[in-house]
């Protein structure tokens, strides 16, 4: 009788051992990032005033962020160590609201077009002193694994 209780408790303590140590080998798991490793080079910044027009406004020159957040960098890109950029037009409505906003170009094509795209709509921007702006450009740069922007 005491054998098979002494061998209960052995069985009962390694399973009690096992629930607290699962759980924190699992949030452990979870909280180690993954390292971003390149395996395309970034191609080289694209002239962004040259996509313009002298009429056109162009990023940091008349705009004044209130509401700005970058995109994040796509999960499948960043896994696969792709980097890249996107020229996003956007018109600038008298109210500081993004209007008409489209991807004017972006390399790799189709790696960082939509998450662009998306974030730079909920931008808002103060309101413009000379009125509404239009054909502003920014371009958004995809490069080791972070998001940032370019001039």
């Given at each position: 009788?005491?054998?098979?209780?002494?061998?209960?408790?052995?069985?009962s303590?390694?399973?009690?051992?096992?629930?607290?140590i699962l759980?924190?080998?699992i949030l452990?798991?979870?909280?180690?990032?993954?390292v971003?490793?390149?395996?395309?080079?970034?191609?080289?910044?694209?002239w962004?005033k040259?996509?313009?027009?002298?009429?056109?406004?162009?990023?940091?020159?008349?705009?004044a962020a209130?509401e700005f957040?970058?995109p994040e960098?796509?999960?499948?890109?960043?896994?696969?160590?792709?980097q890249?950029?996107?020229?996003?037009?956007?018109?600038?409505?008298?109210?500081?609201?993004?209007?008409?906003?489209d991807?004017?170009?972006?390399?790799?094509i189709?790696?960082?077009d939509?998450?662009?795209?998306?974030?730079?709509?909920a931008?808002?921007?103060?309101p413009?002193?000379?009125?509404?702006?239009?054909?502003?450009?920014v371009?958004?740069?995809?490069?080791?694994?972070?998001?940032?922007?370019?001039?």
């Amino acid at each position: 009788m005491m054998r098979g209780l002494r061998r209960l408790v052995q069985i009962s303590s390694r399973a009690g051992f096992a629930v607290c140590i699962l759980p924190i080998c699992i949030l452990t798991a979870c909280a180690t990032k993954t390292v971003f490793v390149p395996k395309s080079s970034y191609p080289a910044d694209p002239w962004v005033k040259g996509y313009a027009s002298d009429q056109d406004c162009l990023g940091g020159e008349k705009l004044a962020a209130i509401e700005f957040d970058l995109p994040e960098y796509p999960r499948r890109s960043f896994n696969s160590g792709r980097q890249g950029w996107a020229i996003i037009r956007l018109d600038v409505d008298a109210q500081g609201q993004t209007q008409n906003v489209d991807v004017e170009r972006a390399l790799p094509i189709g790696l960082f077009d939509t998450v662009s795209q998306k974030a730079v709509q909920a931008w808002s921007f103060a309101p413009p002193d000379d009125g509404p702006l239009f054909n502003c450009r920014v371009l958004l740069r995809y490069r080791g694994g972070t998001v940032s922007l370019g001039s």
